[in-house]
């Protein structure tokens, strides 16, 4: 179904050949014009003036980020003017962004994934979803998006790193592309990532240790202190879920963000929507497993915008190990 296809090929091409619907094609042409705004004034850094924090707080109570602010409202715009999009989900945004009562797709969204990092010239990313919109609830209704993510048409990120990739599936293999700024597009250059089975490397704030349950604790003690397995295994972690994720998907290994006992932690801090939902399914696409509780996060059936799920995912071999110590227990 997927055929073979040749390395540095334009991306919509690349597209048109997978078979992808031409309303989709412009309406991820639409986020990657968005993105390539952002591509630039973050390469801008202090010199585009957009470093530093706004006086506001999102929904999520969180600081804004000036950075944040301005891909929230970029991206905003942009699908607006599409009239393939129904309604809009934003990490930015409290509420659901009406867009146009026919248009086909709903799409939800974190402009700046990893915020923190934007002032220390770390890694950040866009991440993006794509749904049909549904027929039996309002256009605007926040019900659009009470749809679990095996029905996302098509999920990726934009990585803001020394080069900028964006990292896509249609439904189809997980590939990558790198933005060519000689002529300002994407070029194909991993035609399908492959995560693979087993790695030791393990992606985890451990600073978190003393708020997680008594289970994740004896699971983490076993792997620093008596696993075989974990005998020659390192810790990265980006505080950007998009580049940790990023880096499984290159070379392998687990990212996990459990629930923990802190206020607002109960059950996870990452947002299922425009979080995990997308990178659950590159990781899917590209051989990885991404579980929530034990369970597949794609089957959760999401009951608010903003909803919270704890996150493991990654290589197939430490994803299984976690959930058969944790929720075998
Ligand atoms: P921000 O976008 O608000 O910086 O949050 C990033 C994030 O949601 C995710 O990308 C990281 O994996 C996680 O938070 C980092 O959280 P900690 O700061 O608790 O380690």
């Known amino acids: 179904m997927y055929k073979p296809v ?8 690349v597209l048109k050949q997978d078979g992808v619907d031409t309303d989709l094609i412009m309406l991820v042409r639409t986020i990657l014009a968005a993105s390539k705004e952002i591509a630039f004034r973050v390469s801008q850094g202090e010199l585009a003036g957009i470093l530093g924090s706004t006086l506001n707080e999102n929904i999520q109570g969180e600081v804004q980020k000036k950075l944040d602010v301005l891909a929230n409202q970029l991206i905003k715009e942009m699908l607006l003017d599409d009239e393939s999009v129904r309604a809009i989900a934003s990490e930015e945004e409290e509420h659901v962004v009406a867009g146009h009562s026919t248009g086909r797709y709903i799409v939800a969204f974190d402009p700046l994934d990893g915020s923190s990092n934007i002032d220390v010239n770390g890694q950040i990313g866009t991440i993006f979803t794509v749904y049909p919109a549904r027929e039996d609830v309002a256009y605007d209704s926040c019900q659009q998006f009470h749809q679990p993510g095996i029905n996302q048409l098509c999920a990726g990120y934009i990585l803001y790193g020394p080069s ?76 950007a879920m998009v580049g940790d994720v990023h880096r499984v998907l290159s070379r392998g290994g687990i990212f996990l963000y459990p629930e923990d006992a802190r206020l607002g932690n109960e059950t ?24 929530s509780s034990g369970r597949r996060t794609l089957e959760i059936m999401p009951k608010d915008l903003h909803q919270r799920v704890p996150v493991v995912l990654g290589s197939v071999g430490p994803v299984d190990d976690f959930n058969s110590a944790v929720f075998s227990a």
């Open 6 to 13: 040749s390395r540095m090929r334009r991306l919509i091409p």
């Open 164 to 239: 900028s990739l964006l990292v896509l599936s249609t439904g189809g293999p997980t590939r990558c592309y790198t933005l060519d700024l000689t002529h300002g597009g994407y070029l194909l250059t991993k035609a399908q990532m492959n995560v693979p089975r087993d790695s030791c490397e393990f992606a985890i704030n451990m600073a978190n240790y003393r708020h997680w349950s008594r289970v994740t604790q004896a699971y983490f003690d076993q792997v620093l202190y008596a696993s075989e397995r974990f005998r020659h295994s390192s810790v990265r972690w980006n505080a």
């Open 268 to 291: 996870g801090k990452l947002r299922l929507l425009y979080e995990a939902n997308p990178l659950s399914l590159l990781i899917e696409k590209a051989g990885g497993k991404a579980t």
